[in-house]
């Protein structure tokens, strides 16, 4: 039995008998944890639920060797993201981000910049006024960060560039790009433009990205090619999409 303490936001809540809680958190120090929060469902003078979902805190818990469920001893509120609260689209967009880290990452496995890139795009949107692009660069930093990115700058099969081809194929089961010739002969493929390849390379590039102007047309077909290769690596839809 070991105490804990690190940096955690909160992904998902859950009631547990009478009075407890279980409460996931994505933490800094530790990956995604599942944690037992005693009595906190009614002890919190009068405020339900405790500890609230989206919320940055300082967490203590106690680590079981033999049990998946940690002991929440103590959190203190960092930051609970105030403006994307009474704002439905910085919100749902929250919740999108939420939700993509809840599904990519599995338990006690720890990557510290995904945190704190996790942290940044949370306090992004919060900031500014359009989250689409701060979506969009998420999505791809973060599939980068996990080892998921595709082959986006050279064909699979022939290795040709593709950066500033017009157009190339992409293939989420074949895992990247293919040359207008070598793209023939694949049945499961989308037609991209070299705009959208030159984006996604460029926003790939960058952990902490200077606020990019990315034309609409642009943004919907990188929306569209990032929404089929996360479906077909997750092998289902994600419950946000139809918020955003
Ligand atoms: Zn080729």
Redesign the pocket.
């Known amino acids: 039995m070991s105490f804990c303490k690190t940096p955690a936001v909160t992904l998902k809540r859950s009631d547990y008998r009478d009075s407890s809680q279980i409460i996931t958190f994505y933490t800094r120090d530790y990956g995604k944890i599942q944690t037992l929060a005693k009595g906190l469902k009614r002890s919190v003078k009068g405020v339900s639920g405790g500890i609230d979902l989206l919320t940055y805190n300082n967490i203590v818990f106690i680590h079981r060797e033999r049990s998946s469920l940690n002991i929440l001893t103590e959190w203190v509120l960092q930051d609970n993201f105030h403006s994307l609260r009474d704002n439905l689209k910085k919100s749902h967009s929250a919740f999108y981000i939420l939700e993509l880290i809840r599904e990519f990452t599995e338990e006690n496995d720890k990557n510290e910049p995904l945190f704190d890139l996790f942290i940044n795009t949370l306090s992004e949107i919060a900031s500014r006024g359009d989250s689409t692009v701060s979506i969009l660069a998420f999505e791809i930093q973060m599939l980068a960060l996990l080892g998921h990115l595709p082959e986006m700058k050279h064909?699979?099969?022939?290795?040709?560039n593709?950066n500033s081809k017009r157009f190339a194929f992409f293939s989420a089961l074949e895992c990247g790009l293919?040359?207008?010739?070598?793209?023939k002969d694949i049945k499961e493929r989308v037609k991209i433009s070299g705009g959208t390849i030159a984006t996604i390379n460029y926003l790939a590039s960058k952990t902490r990205k200077e606020r990019l102007a990315i034309q609409q047309s642009l943004q919907i077909e990188i929306r569209n090619l990032l929404r089929y290769y996360i479906s077909f690596l997750l092998s289902k839809e994600l419950k946000m999409w139809k918020y955003l």
């Not at 293919?178 to 793209?183: E, L, N, Q, V």
């Open positions: 064909c699979v099969t022939c290795k040709a593709l293919f040359c207008s010739h070598c793209g």
